[in-house]
């Protein structure tokens, strides 16, 4: 068992309050930082969902040939289910890199998260998990995220309240462990998310239900600037159980129950 297992083995019990509360104070320092990672998912994933809309544009372009067409001008039914194919496919890749993006630049924000908790300067790049040795790992664990959600999706749709703390819990693992493996990282996440399932769903859920009310009394566009709320108690949750090797937190208030 490696050290990472060993902590989630002997970490502690945490406490709903301290935690939500630290959530607020640590968002008031980096909400603005959450906004730009935001903006920047945003801008790069745009360009991607317009792919999506090739076999659409690809039909409608083809409405002039007379070849590929039946009796009412209608796409032939051969040349229908080709497209519709093309077009599923390309959803599926397009979701999956897009999922990529996003966890990368998610994993960054919770680097952010512990340079502004720690006051440490901010160092890192928006980037530095979508580029060299960390791609390919961004891209496998965003795809087996996309797999979990969908097959608990397709169980009744029940099991996907019991997946989603551990498949939260993986974007901040992998944030301060780059160094696991795809599926190390996976393990643990489910390892700790089974340990502390009910005060995770409980603060994920309060803090979902609380951006969002927040952004639409900021005539809905304050969501964009209060989505990243949500992040601020999973990085709180990672520091109580797994906490940091750096010597800054030593003298950190803990958030463990005595």
């Known amino acids: 068992m490696n050290a990472l297992f060993e902590k989630i083995e002997n970490s502690k019990s945490l406490d709903f309050g301290d935690i939500f509360n630290k959530s607020i104070e640590l968002f008031k320092k980096v909400w603005l930082q959450g906004f730009v990672h935001l903006l920047i998912s945003i801008l790069i994933m745009l360009p991607l969902f317009f792919v999506i809309y090739i076999p659409v544009f ?3 372009g083809m409405s002039g040939f007379e070849s590929g067409y039946g009796d009412y001008g209608y796409p032939s039914e051969e040349l229908s289910i080709g497209l519709m194919f093309l077009f599923v496919i390309l959803v599926l890749v397009i979701a999956m890199i897009a999922s990529a993006l ?3 630049i998610t994993a960054h924000f919770y680097r952010v998260c512990k340079q502004v908790d720690l006051g440490l300067p901010e160092t890192s790049s928006y980037f530095m998990f979508l580029k060299g040795k960390y791609l390919g790992k961004v891209f496998a664990l965003a795809i087996a995220t996309f797999g979990i959600a969908i097959l608990a999706a397709t169980l009744c749709y029940l099991p996907i309240f019991y ?3 551990p498949l939260q819990l993986l974007g ?3 944030a301060f462990n780059p160094e696991y493996s795809a599926s190390d990282l996976i393990k643990a996440s489910f390892k700790l998310g089974n340990k502390i ?3 995770s769903f409980g603060l994920i859920i309060v803090a979902s239900i609380l951006s969002q009310m927040v952004g639409m009394v900021l005539c809905f566009v304050g969501i964009f600037f209060t989505a990243s709320f949500v992040y601020m108690p999973i990085y709180f949750i990672y520091k109580g159980t797994l906490g940091f090797e750096d010597d ?3 003298n950190k208030e803990t958030l463990f129950v005595k």
């Open 248 to 250: 800054e937190f030593e």
């Open 58 to 60: 690809a039909l409608a």
């Open 102 to 104: 996003q966890f990368g």
């Open 197 to 199: 399932w009910g005060i």
């Open 172 to 174: 901040v693992i992998f």
């Open 163 to 165: 997946v989603m703390v």
